[in-house]
């Protein structure tokens, strides 16, 4: 992950989620070694105390499977790695929130956030994307990544708004 990816992630931690741990890296989920058939986590960090964070980007409602997907990311992860994870995930304020908050019984110790912003989360990879190139910076194979899934990711009725900026991109390249 680049650096100015990093910042910008870590910020978020530390402001929207209130998170004040202090982040010494990111890591690669196949460094993780997560079984292929759990979910593979989003951007992951490592605190100086040795937790994992993951950040996540949720643009489908947030449902009982949703969280389930999480809850068992954690639960791998833990098994895995024996260490304590906080999921946080971003969300704009337009999905639904089909699940409430509760005690999840687990052997391994996870807290699960949402937030929910104003902005949208495709919108503003996109933003940052588009930034890195006005500014000369070189889009790395993440960047790319993110770009070609902004399809997929975004409410239904602004798919074909992210499918022709993802193709307008790719063709500068």
Known sequence: MKENDYNIRTKVIKETFDDDSHIVSSIDAKELEIDSSVHQGGDIFITSDGKFIDLEFQNEDFTAEELAKYIEFAEEL??????????????????????????????????IKLACINEDPCEIILDHIKTKMRNGEIL????????????????KEDRKYYMTEYIRIANRL
């Open 140 to 155: 790395d194979v993440n960047d790319m990544m993110m770009l070609a899934k902004l399809p997929k990711m975004c409410r």
């Open 78 to 111: 833990y098994e895995k790695h024996g260490k304590r994870i906080s999921i946080y995930i971003l969300c704009p304020k337009n999905i639904n929130v089909n699940v409430r908050e509760f005690d999840i019984y687990s052997n391994a110790p996870f807290t």
